[in-house]
């Protein structure tokens, strides 16, 4: 799978907009953009996921550039509950038979009021 | 939906002992995850199953660590002997994997461990 960079950490004043970076210049044609978060003491949970298109669910917004080298996620109005790691991770779809997720480092989203 | 279900929530064990933690997969899926997440190394996938049959087993750390999934509803994650080192957040992930998907996988709680 593909190796992801992300910033370390980031900061968003509550009710903004917080746009978080991620490269994978060596993504694969098959590979997919999968974003996760992890709010303290609790285990991570799916955001979205997207291939080549932009993607939006109730959650998050990804936007993939056209050369798929690099993302970002979207939190469009970010609020204090969205302070979180948010982990970008590159990895091909298996049908039929399940993948594991390889965590790097993420960047901490610290909401601030 | 209960979601993933760990048990127990928190641990606390003196070195040697030997340590069960139990997993409750979501129902209807068919791939199950173990991870453990330290500050130092951050969240990394010990072992994962698919249809009860573990998949890679590489990311386990040595002979004292051993993973079950008898049926599609219940896997151990045993540590035995337990050492201070292994005190860490153990999280168990499950996925459907059946159709063409994205193999979204859900999280549980986590225990954490702490080995004296």
């Known amino acids: 799978d593909a190796k992801t960079t992300q910033p370390t950490s980031m900061d968003c004043a509550e009710g903004r907009a917080a746009n978080l970076p991620c490269n994978h210049s060596?993504?694969?044609?098959?590979?997919?953009v999968y974003w996760y978060r992890q709010i303290h003491s609790q285990g991570p949970q799916y955001i979205i996921h997207?291939?080549?298109n932009n993607e939006t669910n109730e959650m998050a917004s990804l936007i993939i550039t056209e050369d798929r080298k690099s993302s970002t996620l979207i939190l469009p109005h970010a609020t204090l509950r969205d302070t979180a790691v948010y982990y970008c991770?590159?990895?091909?779809?298996?049908?039929?038979?399940?993948?594991?997720?390889?965590f790097g480092s993420g960047t901490q989203l610290t909401v601030l009021p | 939906d209960a979601g993933v279900i760990q048990s127990p929530r928190h641990e606390v064990t003196e070195m040697g002992q030997e340590v069960t933690l139990r997993c409750k997969p979501i129902?209807?899926?068919?791939?199950l995850f173990w991870y453990r997440q330290t500050m130092m190394r951050g969240l990394e996938l010990l072992i994962y199953?698919?249809?009860?049959?573990?998949?890679?087993d590489s990311g386990m750390p040595e002979d004292r660590f051993s993973a079950k999934m008898p049926n599609a509803s219940f896997s151990t994650l045993k540590i035995q002997p337990s050492e201070p080192r292994d005190s860490a957040v153990y999280f168990c992930?499950?996925?459907?994997?059946?159709?063409?998907?994205?193999?979204?996988?859900?999280f549980g709680p986590g225990t954490r461990l702490t080995v004296l």
């Open positions: 992930a499950s996925s459907s994997s059946r159709a063409l998907s994205y193999n979204e996988q859900f």
């Open positions: 060596t993504i694969s044609g098959n590979e997919y």
């Open positions: 997207g291939l080549k």
């Open positions: 991770i590159v990895r091909a779809i298996s049908s039929g038979s399940a993948r594991q997720l390889t």
């Open positions: 129902s209807g899926h068919n791939s």
């Open positions: 199953f698919n249809n009860n049959v573990p998949i890679d």
